[in-house]
């Protein structure tokens, strides 16, 4: 059985990652972390090597925490909801577990939601995890 997490290494990613890893430990199951770099908005040589250590982080705590894991870093200029549905169809995934944002319906209806995306075209069940203070 395998977990799939969409992690940025922002508030709503850290609080979706720490969900998708409790799941993990308490199912057994292995994880899979799916962070893609066109959700990345900063670019740059600094902001690249923070999302590197970040990312350098993820794997640690995870092997700290013993959960069977694999972090996947795409770069392939997709949106972040299509890397998150083909990476889950592509190992078969139980859940998928993303984390949320809070934005004005104008900015949903202008920006588009790879929320709504994955929650329409997910091939599996989704758990959508709400950012608290913990996570920023």
Do not use: F, W
């Not at 992690?7 to 979706?16: L, S």
């Not at 670019?43 to 999302?51: I, L, R, S």
């Not at 920006?111 to 959508?128: H, K, T, W, Y």
């Amino acid at each position: 059985m395998t977990i799939v997490v969409g992690y940025v290494p922002k508030p709503e990613g850290r609080a979706a990652l720490r969900r998708a890893a409790e799941e993990a430990r308490l199912r057994g199951e292995r994880l899979v972390v799916v962070s893609s770099l066109r959700a990345v908005r900063d670019t740059g040589a600094d902001a690249d090597n923070q999302y590197e250590q970040e990312l350098l982080t993820v794997r640690d705590a995870l092997e700290a925490a013993g959960i069977e894991h694999e972090v996947r870093q795409l770069v392939r200029g997709q949106e972040p909801s299509e890397d998150l549905i083909a990476i889950a169809e592509e190992v078969h995934a139980d859940v998928i577990v993303i984390g949320l944002r809070r934005r004005s319906p104008v900015g949903k209806l202008i920006l588009g939601s790879n929320a709504q995306r994955i929650l329409l075209d997910a091939p599996c069940p989704v758990l959508a995890v709400k950012a608290d203070e913990d996570d920023r």
